[in-house]
Antibody, heavy 118, light 109 residues
């Protein structure tokens, strides 16, 4: 059974940093592109970052230069290093697996809440 | 960047009704369009990929159509368990970019 379990969320002050982790199981982690997607309370979904199987990384303009996605295939783990955090980064952060068929996200974790507040 | 305009933002329908949600892209995205269902407090679930393909295990009352800039998501006969928010999502490969629509909150009348 495919499982994705996020951890590392919490309360952080504006300008601070946080590192999220996602533990993957039930599939060959190294063979899949992986993503982070966030959702502010009561709002829609926003793609945050992607990492390919070769370690290539991609970001939208809203987080580029502040967030860094990485993976450790030996540990079946995905990470998101978030620096220079702002109140607007407050959200539930999901890790998600990209399907082999099309660009959809076929498995998601349960999410971890990041709150940026003083 | 490609913008996705999803409508309506909310919808009230009765059990058994046919429900339709639309998504319009700001430019041609071929069939690079997916649909998700999200229930309160839960992660999204992929229902339709590449505009019209049903994800494994998803009931056949869900369907999608369209290409280019205009896409449609349909529930042929609304069931109580379909109450959720639905999102479209487009993707680009060069470079990889993923954009979600604003969502449609579906309620039972």
């Amino acid at each position: 059974e495919v499982q994705l379990v996020e951890s590392g969320g919490g309360l952080v002050q504006p300008g601070g940093s946080l590192r999220l982790s996602c533990a993957a199981s039930g599939f060959t982690f190294s063979s899949y592109d992986m993503h982070w997607v966030r959702q502010a309370t009561g709002k829609g979904l926003e793609w945050v970052s992607a990492i390919g199987t070769a370690g290539d990384t991609y970001y939208p303009g809203s987080v580029k230069g502040r967030f860094t996605i990485s993976r450790e295939n030996a540990k079946n783990s995905l990470y998101l290093q978030m620096n220079s955090l702002r109140a607007g980064d407050t959200a539930v952060y999901y890790c998600a697996r990209e399907s082999r068929t099309g660009g959809g996200f076929d498995y998601w974790g349960q999410g971890t809440l990041v709150t940026v507040s003083s | 960047d490609i913008q996705m305009t999803q409508s309506p933002s909310s919808l009230s329908a009765s059990v058994g009704d046919r429900v339709t949600i639309t998504c319009q892209a700001s430019q041609d995205i071929s069939n690079y369009l997916n649909w998700y269902q999200q229930k309160p407090g839960k992660a999204p679930k992929l229902l339709i990929y590449d505009a019209s393909n049903l994800e494994t295990g998803v009931p056949s009352r869900f369907s999608g159509s369209g290409s280019g800039t205009d896409f449609t998501f349909t529930i042929s006969s609304l069931q109580p368990e379909d109450i959720a928010t639905y999102y479209c999502q487009q993707y680009d490969n060069l470079p990889p970019r993923y954009t979600f629509g604003q969502g449609t909150k579906l309620e039972i009348k």
